[in-house]
C-alpha cells in the first residue's frame, strides 16, 4: 500500500479492524461448534448420556445420525483435518 492510499483509506481503519475482528470470531465459533473434533466430543456426550439413561435409544440415534452428518460434511469442507 503506498503513502497516498495508505492516508487517505486511513478513516476506513475502524471498518477494516471490525470485519477483522468479525472473521476471527466467526472462524472460533465454527471451531467450536462445527469443527470435526467438536463433533466427536458431541457424540461422546451423547454416548454417555445414552449410558447414564439421560437418553433413550431413539433419541441417541436421532442425535447420532445428525452429528455423523456434520461430521461428514465438516470433514469433506476441511478437508479432513482434526
Given at each position: 500500500?503506498?503513502?497516498?492510499?495508505?492516508?487517505?483509506?486511513?478513516?476506513?481503519?475502524?471498518?477494516?479492524?471490525?470485519?477483522?475482528?468479525?472473521?476471527?470470531?466467526?472462524?472460533?465459533?465454527?471451531?467450536?461448534?462445527?469443527?470435526?473434533?467438536?463433533?466427536?466430543?458431541?457424540?461422546?456426550?451423547?454416548?454417555?448420556?445414552?449410558?447414564?439413561?439421560?437418553?433413550?435409544?431413539?433419541?441417541?440415534?436421532?442425535?447420532?445420525?445428525?452429528?455423523?452428518?456434520q461430521?461428514?460434511?465438516?470433514?469433506?469442507?476441511?478437508?479432513?483435518?482434526?
Amino acid at each position: 500500500m503506498g503513502l497516498f492510499t495508505g492516508i487517505a483509506t486511513l478513516p476506513l481503519a475502524p471498518v477494516r479492524l471490525v470485519g477483522w475482528v468479525a472473521g476471527v470470531l466467526a472462524e472460533e465459533a465454527w471451531q467450536q461448534e462445527f469443527s470435526p473434533a467438536a463433533i466427536r466430543q458431541k457424540l461422546r456426550i451423547a454416548q454417555r448420556e445414552l449410558e447414564e439413561g439421560l437418553l433413550t435409544e431413539s433419541q441417541y440415534d436421532e442425535i447420532e445420525d445428525q452429528l455423523v452428518e456434520q461430521l461428514v460434511a465438516a470433514q469433506r469442507e476441511g478437508g479432513g483435518t482434526t
